[in-house]
């Protein structure tokens, strides 16, 4: 059944021939490093979201090393239903150099989330941040091009850290979608990357929406997080790009920010939803994939392809927001 008012709106992803939910849903925190999260949790959140009308599941194979895979797997299994899943791979490689990248190795981890997931053939891979030499190795396109062939996947796109990988994927004609943070303070895609993707039609899964929960308006400076939480290991970029942290905006700038993004939102409105409707409104966009912990979370994410979109005064805030307070911190890095 779906809980929202209206069914979500569906967009084509690129040339897969695929419509999918202008909301969709990121797994990571059903993985892992995000504290814990149960699996019957893990389950509610994704029945919540599916049942709501979501149907893209963004997933990777590193997310607690198959947990978030395989947990999509019993969630769908009980429900009998395949949404369009999304996986993401080459962050098991090691070392994590583009040499790792070979045809042996690209096939092992794309078979292990066959396994992890259940499926003969996976609807999308997505290269999962690799070293950037990797955007331009014809041999990792040669062999995703024949596992499309022998149908162990049925698409392949990449998801990137900058603009700069994202234009170099472009030019390689089997890319099918573009994954890349993109929020009210990670602006940079809008000016060449995501016109670039219209005009190949290549879709774009807007990751990070909400800038690691900063753009939820709920945290303070005095807001804590748990050890085993990127937000508390990866601050500085321990773990791996900081700008996957908070967008790569330092916690008390982000978090002085997000309090004026409240304020644009107004009263009546969440401010996360607001936040992910600005996404949503972006040319170019094709789905929007927050995650969450919860079924609240979930449902609230969903509500944002209910609202209408921000009014011309609403953008023009936070555009003076983005300005005065990220853009320096952010814009040249990404």
């Known amino acids: 059944m779906n809980t ?16 999918v939910s202008v909301v969709g849903l990121g797994t990571w925190q059903l993985g892992g490093d995000w504290g814990d999260v149960t699996e019957d949790d893990a389950a509610a959140v994704l029945d919540a979201a599916l049942d709501a009308g979501v149907t893209l599941l963004d997933t990777a194979d590193v997310y607690g090393d198959g947990r978030s895979e395989e947990r999509i797997r019993k969630a769908l299994a009980a429900r009998g239903e395949r949404p369009f899943v999304a996986t993401k791979a080459g962050r098991r490689a090691d ?6 990248y070979t045809p042996e190795n690209l096939r092992a981890w794309i078979d292990r989330s066959r396994r992890n997931l259940g499926v003969d053939t996976l609807d999308l891979v997505q290269l999962h941040c690799p070293p950037p030499a ?3 190795d014809e041999r990792v396109y040669e062999t995703l091009d024949a596992l499309v062939e022998e149908q162990a996947i049925a698409a392949y796109g990449v998801s990137v850290e900058t603009v700069a990988e994202g234009l170099t994927a472009l030019q390689h004609p089997g890319v099918q979608s573009i994954q890349v943070i993109l929020n009210i303070f990670r602006r940079k895609p809008l000016e060449q ?19 690691s929960g900063l753009l939820s308006g709920k945290y303070s400076t005095d807001t804590t997080f748990a050890a085993d939480d990127h937000r508390n290991f ?25 309090r004026e993004v409240a304020e644009i939102a ?4 969440s401010t996360a939803a607001f936040a992910l409707r600005w996404v949503i409104d972006q040319p170019g966009v094709t ?3 927050p995650g969450a912990r919860n079924v609240q979370q979930a449902l609230g994410n969903v509500a944002a392809a209910n609202l209408p979109p921000l009014t011309d005064s609403q953008l023009a805030d936070l555009e003076r927001v983005y ?12």
């Open 4 to 19: 929202s008012s209206t069914p979500l709106e569906t967009r084509p992803l690129g040339r897969t021939g695929a419509d």
């Open 95 to 100: 070392p994590f150099a583009a040499e790792t």
């Open 134 to 136: 990797v955007y331009s």
């Open 193 to 211: 990357l995501l016109p670039a993707a219209q005009r190949a039609e290549v879709g774009i899964l807007a990751r990070v929406p909400l800038a």
């Open 234 to 258: 990866n601050r500085n970029g321990e773990a791996f790009d900081v700008g996957e942290t908070f967008s790569g905006v330092p916690f008390e700038v982000g978090v002085a920010a997000a």
């Open 266 to 269: 107004g009263p009546d409105v």
């Open 287 to 289: 789905t929007v994939i």
């Open 323 to 334: 300005d005065e307070r990220i853009r320096a911190a952010v814009h040249d890095r990404w």
